[in-house]
């Protein structure tokens, strides 16, 4: 009998979010990564799971670890619209001795292979891996389809990046059809492509897999005791040596505007996280968060609108250049250049400028902050002056080799106690 489904009707997405990110620092002291805030109202996750979403895929699991409160109380307010009745499905599935006595996943495979029996339950043929803390727009019906029509093994996506900057990924080497023939992580002098002595092809973390294949594979690396039971590390090597891996180039299934270039980010820094957020201040950002034809879903938190007082000469409430989420009253604040997300409540005389301010922040007055991200909830003192003197920050809050000051609520507190 002939299957006539889309593929993604075929498939299931497993998404792994299991990862602190500690280089995002004080940022992941209370959540996991993909739990972290992006982009004014979504989380990290969301570009994952709004992927797999609008590319058809109605299947999915989620693999947590690290300190998954907030992820998963996020997936249950934001993503409970999945019916089992249509034979849809969104699992949380935090490490639980299912499979012995450790507590925890012991590697990325690992933690697929601790749920086979769930995966087993979804009846599908294909499992699409993913990172869940990656921001992106991309279709995985067209990576699908390329690993039906390829015969491959696994289905490696693929980011063409400058060579001199693949040495901080994995990095596949491949013939000019595309299979793989040499798979490398983190390499010191990393392959080139067949096409461009200057570019490399550097992995995303995204597989596609036949289940059957992904299965037997499993079992036979959980009962190898050499392995680390990581795709990167243990599985994907393998099959480039003794099967068929083929890359699947991001820019054939990235979702953009005409002319606009492939946009994938690593949010995984302090500088990284702050930039990506103030690109999207930008005139037309790379990142296209406007998109009605591939919306990333999120949980909306019922909130009034922004809302700017005081019209009055160093008192006036204006954002120039700013993107300002629902609920924030912005009170005799400049702001420029900046992204406020829920909830953000500002004081006469403050400036805000290049921000990052995270949901339910209040501002006090004469405040002056420059090039900043604020965590979640944090009460800024009257008065507190940030971004001006960096060597004067640095005793109190976390300052970057590149600038921007990280503020929390601890390091407030502090720095009030030596005042």
């Not at 990393?190 to 096409?195: G, I, R």
């Not at 922040?361 to 004469?366: D, H």
Request: net charge negative; charged share 25%; glycine share 6%.
């Amino acid at each position: 009998m002939v299957d006539n489904r889309r593929l993604t009707q075929r498939s299931m997405a497993f998404v792994l979010a299991g990862g602190r990110g500690s280089r995002l620092k004080e940022l992941t002291d209370r959540r996991v990564k993909p739990s972290v805030y992006f982009g004014g109202k979504t989380r990290i996750i969301d570009f994952a799971l709004s992927n797999a979403m609008n590319s058809g895929i109605r299947k999915i699991a989620i693999a947590t670890q690290y300190k998954a409160h907030s992820l998963i109380r996020h997936c249950q307010r934001g993503w409970n619209f999945f019916r089992a009745e249509r034979n849809e499905f969104l699992d949380i599935l935090p490490a639980s001795q299912r499979m012995g006595e450790e507590n925890w996943y012991q590697g990325t495979a690992d933690a697929v292979t601790q749920n086979i029996d769930i995966v087993d339950s979804y009846d599908v043929d294909y499992v699409v891996i993913l990172a869940g803390d990656h921001i992106y727009k991309m279709d995985y019906e067209i990576m699908l389809r390329q690993h039906v029509d390829t015969k491959a093994d696994v289905t490696i996506g693929c980011l063409t990046v400058p060579r001199h900057e693949a040495s901080a990924f994995g990095v596949m080497a491949t013939d000019h059809a595309g299979q793989i023939t040499s798979f490398l992580e983190k390499p010191a002098d990393p392959p080139a492509t067949p096409e461009d002595p200057d570019k490399a092809l550097a992995s995303m973390g995204i597989y596609v897999f036949n289940w059957k294949f992904l299965r037997n594979l499993l079992i036979h690396d959980m009962n190898d005791t050499h392995s680390t039971h990581d795709f990167g590390s243990d599985l994907i090597p393998e099959i480039v040596k003794t099967g068929r891996a083929m890359a699947h180039r991001f820019d054939e299934s990235c979702v953009r505007a005409s002319g606009a270039p492939a946009y994938w980010k690593d949010v995984g820094t302090v500088d990284a996280f702050w930039e990506a957020n103030i690109d999207l201040t930008n005139f037309t950002p790379d990142l296209n968060l406007w998109d009605n034809q591939w919306p990333i879903w999120t949980y909306s938190e019922s909130v009034p609108p922004a809302k700017f007082i005081h019209d009055e000469r160093d008192r006036r409430g204006v954002a120039i250049s700013s993107m300002v989420s629902g609920g924030c009253i912005i009170s005799g604040t400049e702001v420029r250049n900046s992204l406020l997300f829920t909830e953000v409540h500002t004081n006469s005389y403050a400036v805000l400028d290049h921000a990052v301010v995270l949901p339910y922040v209040t501002v006090n007055r004469n405040a002056r902050l420059r090039k900043v991200v604020i965590d979640r909830g944090v009460d800024i003192p009257a008065g507190l002056v940030v971004g001006e003197d960096p060597v004067e920050d640095a005793k109190f809050f976390r300052v970057t080799e590149k600038g921007t000051t990280l503020i929390t609520q601890n390091m407030v507190d502090t720095w009030s106690a030596a005042q």
